[in-house]
C-alpha cells in the first residue's frame, strides 16, 4: 500500500515539486495539497492522510496552530514540518503541537521521502542540525557547572534548599547550623558568584539547565 501524503505549503513552486516528487516515486501517493492552514484543517481530516508534511511560515494561522489543531483530529495520521525556520523556538514548539519530526526545506528528495516513511513506521525523522540543536539543549552548559564548582559542598547543599523555597530558619534547622551561620554561607555563596541575590544566584547556576 502506498503512504499517504498531504501538504501544507504556500510556496506554489515548493508545493507543486512535492507533490511531483511524491506522486512519482513508488510507495507513495499525494492525497491533497494546501497553501494555507484553513483550507487544511477543514480538508485534512477528511483526507485521512498517513502522513502530512507542513511548513511552519503560512499565511494566516501559523502551520505549528495548524498541527497543533490537526493533531486533535487525525490522532494516526503524522506530521512532519517541512521548514527553513530552525531556530529552538520553533523547533520545540512544532514538537510540542504534535510533530513527529521536523526537516529542513533545503533537505534532498530522497531524504524528505525517508523521512516520511519514518514518520509512518512511528519514527522521529529529523535532519541532522536539527537534530544536534534537540541533544545540545539536554545538556548542561559547561560554563553553569564550573559556576556551581565554585562553591563548596555545604554551599552548594544550602543553595539547593534556597532554590526549594525554604527560608533561613528552616535551613538552620535542616542543617543543625545557627541562622548566623547560614547568613555567613549565603553571603560567601553572593561573593563567589559575584551576585546580589538569591534570584540571581539561582539563575547564574542553572542557566544550563541543572536540575537539584
Known amino acids: 500500500m ?29 492525497a491533497g495539497a494546501f497553501e494555507n492552514a484553513e483550507d487544511a484543517i477543514t480538508s485534512i481530516p ?6 502530512v ?21 487525525c490522532m494516526d495520521t503524522h506530521f512532519v514540518m517541512c521548514t527553513s525556520l530552525e531556530d529552538n523556538e520553533s523547533i520545540f514548539n512544532a514538537l510540542k503541537a504534535g510533530a513527529a519530526g521536523y526537516i529542513s526545506k533545503s533537505s534532498s528528495p530522497i531524504k524528505i521521502l525517508d523521512a516520511i516513511t519514518d514518520a509512518y513506521n512511528g519514527g522521529a525523522p529529523m535532519s541532522s542540525q536539527i537534530a544536534r540543536k534537540v541533544v545540545a539543549s539536554f545538556q548542561p552548559d559547561k560554563n553553569a557547572n564550573s559556576e556551581l564548582q565554585k562553591l563548596s559542598v555545604r554551599e552548594q547543599e544550602i ?9 533561613y530558619k ?15 554561607h549565603i553571603h560567601n555563596i553572593y561573593d563567589k558568584l559575584q551576585v546580589n541575590s538569591r534570584t540571581d544566584a539561582l539563575n547564574k547556576v542553572t542557566k544550563g539547565g541543572i536540575t537539584w
Do not use: W
Open 159 to 167: 543553595l539547593q534548599y534556597l532554590s526549594e523555597g525554604y527560608r
Open 170 to 184: 528552616e535551613i538552620s534547622g535542616f542543617l543543625y547550623i545557627s541562622i548566623e551561620t547560614v547568613r555567613k
Open 53 to 73: 508534511l507542513v511548513d511552519i511560515h503560512l499565511p494566516g494561522q501559523s502551520g505549528i496552530s495548524c498541527v497543533s489543531q490537526l493533531k486533535q483530529q
Open 46 to 51: 477528511l483526507l485521512n492522510p498517513d502522513v
Open 2 to 30: 502506498a503512504i499517504n501524503v498531504a501538504i501544507i505549503e504556500d510556496q506554489r513552486e515548493l508545493r507543486d515539486m512535492l507533490v511531483v516528487l511524491i506522486n512519482g516515486s513508488n510507495g507513495f501517493s499525494c
